[in-house]
T-cell receptor, first 112, second 114 residues
Framework: DAKTTQPTSMDCAEGRAANLPCNHS???????VYWYRQIHSQGPQYIIH???NNETNEMASLIITEDRKSSTLILPHATLRDTAVYYC?????????????FGKGTTLSVSS | DAGVIQSPRHEVTEMGQEVTLRCKPI?????LFWYRQTMMRGLELLIY????????DSGMPEDRFSAKMPNASFSTLKIQPSEPRDSAVYFC????????????FGPGTRLTVT
């Protein structure tokens, strides 16, 4: 799986949009971008994933650049409960059952 | 659905003792994963099963670790004998067949070996 690079930490004011970047310059054509987050003392939680088109669900939006070398996870209206470590993971989409390879992630701190 | 269930949530044991961690995956899921999380190494895969069969155990640190999945609704991770360096949070996760779908994680078992 391709390696990803994320900032170590970010701050965001409550109610504002949180934009979390991820670089994956060596991504292959059949690899998807996944985002998970881990709230303190809990197991990781799936957020969203995409291949090349922008994706949106009830939790977040995922913007993938046209060359697919980077992406941004957007939490449109961050709340205190969004404080967590956010992991950007790249893996082959059709590899059934493969493990997720977690890096260090970005610690997002949302404050009032 | 209750999600992935793990027990116990916390375990404190003395070095040399046997430890058994338990996991009940989400009903209908074909894959089950065991991960370990430490401050030093982060989240790392130990082993995973497909339809109750171990597929990849290359992440199991040594022979002291063993995992079984006797049926589709139950898996165990055993450490015998336990050592202080095994102290970590152990997560179980499950997913449906197909690589695009997400993995659902349990709440984890915090293991402390003194």
């Amino acid at each position: 799986d391709a390696k990803t690079t994320q900032p170590t930490s970010m701050d965001c004011a409550e109610g504002r949009a949180a934009n979390l970047p991820c670089n994956h310059s060596t991504i292959s054509g059949n690899e998807y971008v996944y985002w998970y987050r881990q709230i303190h003392s809990q197991g990781p939680q799936y957020i969203i994933h995409g291949l090349k088109n922008n994706e949106t669900n009830e939790m977040a939006s995922l913007i993938i650049t046209e060359d697919r070398k980077s992406s941004t996870l957007i939490l449109p209206h961050a709340t205190l409960r969004d404080t967590a470590v956010y992991y950007c993971i790249v893996r082959v989409g059709n590899q059934a059952g493969t493990a997720l390879i977690f890096g260090k992630g970005t610690t997002l701190s949302v404050s009032s | 659905d209750a999600g992935v269930i793990q027990s116990p949530r916390h375990e404190v044991t003395e070095m040399g003792q046997e430890v058994t961690l338990r996991c009940k995956p989400i009903s209908g899921h074909d894959y089950l994963f065991w991960y370990r999380q430490t401050m030093m190494r982060g989240l790392e895969l130990l082993i995973y099963f497909n339809n109750n069969v171990p597929i990849d155990d290359s992440g199991m640190p040594e022979d002291r670790f063993s995992a079984k999945m006797p049926n589709a609704s139950f898996s165990t991770l055993k450490i015998q004998p336990s050592e202080p360096r095994d102290s970590a949070v152990y997560f179980c996760a499950s997913s449906l067949a197909g690589g695009q779908v997400e993995q659902y994680f349990g709440p984890g078992t915090r293991l402390t070996v003194t």
